[in-house]
């Protein structure tokens, strides 16, 4: 009966001390991507600039780690370049907007009291997509996987606000699988993965009694 007593005592404990770090709150981040892989016949890609906002939970696992759930909505805008059919020098540039919901996962490791390193995975479900082609809204949301696995790594570094923290973050992220549906010569993506570089702020509350 004692070893039951301390074994909820000791629970309890690690229950509230997990609590005491948890902490949530919201985040916005420049996106700066473009689809990298097999162009088509004349087309190639270039980066543009998006956004991501979002909400994050972030709790500890071990000491100095922390991990981090962040669902957000994503907005891509970056481009496809077309030769002109006659005239291969001319190029058209095409803006691209593409839209999902994504749930970054990630691995927070402190390697300094301010400083972390940052590693996981970004699954995003694909929304919609347009292309801007010569005044006209062209829908290719037929040629996007519905989703889009990345790996994502990076660094951050913590301001301690109070109670609070503001988070700035820089990651890397890259496409794991293949984005485009289409396999075809007549379309605008082929076997095409994304690259992007991410910079986030985040503001993070507790979301019990913190301990500092």
């Excluded at 979002?54 to 669902?71: H, T, W, Y």
């Amino acid at each position: 009966m004692k070893t039951l007593y301390f074994a909820a005592i000791l629970l309890f404990t690690i229950t509230f001390q997990l609590e005491a770090q948890t902490k949530i709150g919201v985040y916005t981040s420049v996106d700066n991507s473009s689809f990298s892989g097999e162009g088509t016949r004349n087309i190639d890609y270039y980066f543009g600039r998006g956004f991501v906002v979002g909400l994050q939970l972030k709790f500890p696992i071990a000491e100095d780690v922390f991990l981090s759930l962040e669902p957000a909505y994503f907005q891509g805008n970056n481009g496809i370049s077309e030769r002109d059919t006659i005239d291969l020098e001319v190029v058209h540039d095409h803006p691209v907007t593409n839209r999902s919901i994504s749930l970054p996962i990630k691995l927070n490791i402190y390697f300094a009291p301010r400083w972390y390193a940052v590693g996981g995975f970004d699954f995003s479900y694909f929304i919609s997509a347009d292309l801007e082609r010569f005044d006209n809204t062209i829908d290719i949301s037929s040629e996007f996987s519905s989703f889009n696995l990345s790996a994502l790594f990076g660094i951050g570094h913590r301001f301690p606000i109070k109670r609070s923290d503001l988070l700035l973050e820089f990651a890397y992220l890259q496409g794991l699988n293949n984005l485009s549906t289409n396999d075809h010569e007549d379309g605008y993506l082929r076997r095409v993965r994304t690259t992007s570089t991410r910079l986030s702020v985040i503001y993070l509350i507790p979301l019990g009694k913190s301990n500092e």
